[in-house]
């Protein structure tokens, strides 16, 4: 048995990170899970939420991504998902000048779908809000 995880972030378009890790944490669809060598092959719709890496560098790595899928195989854990921005990239006025838009945005949304899409926009830029520090 492996005695690192080889960890991969993924987006549509590129390769996001690619590290041996000691474990990895991530939000899952029905609950946070975490991985470390060994681990059972699974497959999980993951969640908006942050991942944790330890292991690769000195302190743990945060990301936090929009949602998507864990593939765990083996001691390789492939996380493929739309977005993803590491936390300590992440600029706590802009995000919540970005919310007060999305609100406006909101408050002159029409009902159906309009409104439903910016209620979730609103929902992401608050969730990743709650994850600077």
């Known amino acids: 048995m492996a005695d690192k995880v080889a960890f991969e972030l993924v987006s549509p378009d590129r390769l996001l990170m ?3 890790a000691d474990a990895v944490a991530m939000p899952g ?6 991985v470390m060598p060994g681990h059972a092959p699974l497959i999980s719709a993951l969640r908006a939420g942050v991942i944790e890496v330890e292991g690769a560098t000195d302190s743990p790595e945060r990301i936090y991504i929009d949602g998507g899928f864990a ?11 739309e ?15 970005r919310i007060q838009d999305a609100n406006a945005e909101l408050a002159a949304a029409e009902e ?3 409104r439903r899409l910016a209620e979730g926009k609103v929902a992401v830029l608050q969730e990743m809000l709650g994850v600077v520090r």
């Open 71 to 81: 593939e765990i195989a083996g001691d390789r854990l492939v996380v493929l998902a």
């Open 18 to 20: 690619s590290v041996q």
């Open 112 to 114: 159906g779908e309009q």
């Open 29 to 34: 669809m029905e609950g946070d899970f975490g």
């Open 83 to 97: 977005e993803a921005v590491v936390v300590a990239d992440m600029d706590r006025a802009d995000l919540e000048q």
